[in-house]
């Protein structure tokens, strides 16, 4: 299986900058792609930012401009950094990797999450 451990979090005032990371570990053969997802409380689960294996990357709207996803291949970690922080970007941030694990007949697709990083941005 494959494990994601988010770090980074906290709390900031309004225009300040935090910087997530999330690392994958496991039996891991490739990873497709690395992003960011966020969930505040009421709301659905939305995307905040993907970087795919080919280099391209994709962000929401809300956040353009002022995150910026980058990765470590090597270290199979995935980084958001966020700067110009808003109140409404308060929420629990959650990792997510795709690509493909090694199993006992070969390879295996995976999807996995990371347990969430809360986020709180003070007005």
């Known amino acids: 299986q494959v494990q994601l451990v988010e770090s980074g979090g906290g709390l900031v005032q309004a225009g300040g900058s935090l910087r997530l990371s999330c690392v994958a570990s496991?039996?891991?053969?490739?990873?497709?792609?690395m992003g960011w997802y966020r969930q505040a409380p009421g709301n659905e689960r939305e995307l905040v930012a993907v970087?795919?294996?080919?280099?391209?990357?994709n962000y929401a709207d809300s956040v353009k401009g002022r995150f910026t996803i980058f990765r470590d291949n090597a270290k199979n970690t995935v980084y958001l950094q966020m700067n110009s922080l808003k109140p409404e970007d308060t929420a629990v941030y959650h990792c997510?990797?795709?690509?493909?694990?090694?199993?006992?007949?070969?390879?295996?697709?995976?999807?996995?999450w990371g347990q969430g990083i809360q986020v709180t941005v003070s007005s």
């Open positions: 496991g039996s891991i053969l490739s990873i497709n792609a």
């Open positions: 997510n990797a795709r690509g493909k694990l090694i199993v006992n007949t070969g390879a295996a697709d995976f999807t996995s």
């Open positions: 970087s795919s294996s080919g280099g391209s990357t």
